[in-house]
């Protein structure tokens, strides 16, 4: 008994602090998110139901964002997995300098957001002064310039997708470089000997044991894909619904914070359907590994 007491004596620290700055604020969304008309100013609402839920999935900033954040999951998970798993496995077989490349891919991943979104954005950008460098390459090769910026919305989600990849490569670069680094080489050796093609000795030794960290880079791709907003926000500026590029993630924090903020029943709604699709996600993926697993 007393050593129960003392671990939980132990324990008291993190589970005060996760009752603070978890379970409190959890139970405070799920409270806002069904108080129908609630007014900030006053703390008052009319009911209790779904009126903050039917109003969010009808606003057409909520469809767009939800549109908005889908395209970029959907190409920029499997577009940065399948490329850092190609460069882990360039760089498995380098073996001068490895350690330089390695360093050299790692470098966008340990340089700041908003620093990074800003250098897009002059690479990007068309102003009165020059047209960008990615169009003065576009020009180069005979193309017409393109503002990719405050252009069309197939231009903008191009440079969001394109900077997002950039963005999270590094790190899967390197979870996946551990991974391919694990394997035992004896498996690379029998399949020397019996003369195994380089591509049956990727499906059949090399994918099957990097797996679970392939699952695991696709699961929290899906995650960090969905809170996506401080990447937009540095290239296309706070109000993302005029630039019709905001993400789930940004109208949440409009609803709080922005031109239309003061709304923290709607936030909160937002959020949980935000959490329900990722809950939902996760947890397909997890059914699809446990099934390929078998």
């Not at 609803?255 to 990722?278: E, K, Q």
Request: net charge positive; hydrophobic share 50%.
């Amino acid at each position: 008994m007393k050593k129960s007491l003392k671990a939980y004596l132990y324990l008291l620290p993190a589970i005060l602090f996760l009752g603070v700055f978890l379970v409190y604020p959890l139970i405070d969304v799920c409270i806002y998110a069904f108080e129908e008309r609630y007014n900030f100013a006053s703390q008052s609402y009319t009911g209790v139901g779904f009126y903050n839920f039917r109003y969010v999935l009808s606003d057409p900033y909520f469809v767009t964002a939800l549109q908005n954040t889908f395209i970029l999951v959907l190409i920029t998970v499997p577009v940065s997995t399948i490329l850092a798993l190609v460069i882990s496995l360039l760089l498995s077989r380098i073996k001068k300098l490895r350690e330089l490349f390695q360093t050299i891919y790692f470098l966008p991943y340990v340089t700041n957001t908003l620093a990074v979104g800003m250098v897009f954005m002059i690479l990007f950008k068309t102003t009165p002064y020059s047209p960008g460098l990615i169009n003065l390459l576009i020009g180069f090769f005979g193309g017409e310039s393109v503002d990719f910026i405050e252009g069309p919305y197939w231009a903008k989600m191009f440079v969001m997708c394109f900077y997002t990849v950039w963005v999270v490569l590094p790190f899967k670069i390197l979870i996946l470089t551990g991974a391919i680094a694990s394997v035992k080489e004896d498996y690379y050796k029998a399949a020397k000997i019996d003369a195994t093609p380089a591509w049956r000795v990727f499906f059949r030794i090399t994918l099957p044991e990097i797996a679970p960290f392939v699952f695991y880079l696709v699961i929290t791709g899906f995650i960090g894909a969905f809170k996506a907003y401080s990447d937009e926000v540095a290239l296309f500026g706070t109000d993302l619904n005029s630039a019709g590029m905001n993400t789930i993630v940004g109208y949440i924090y409009d609803m709080l914070y922005g031109n239309s903020g003061g709304y923290p029943s709607f936030a909160s709604a937002a959020a949980l359907i935000l959490f329900a699709i990722v809950f939902t996600i996760t947890v397909i993926n997890l059914l699809v590994r446990k099934r390929l697993s078998r």
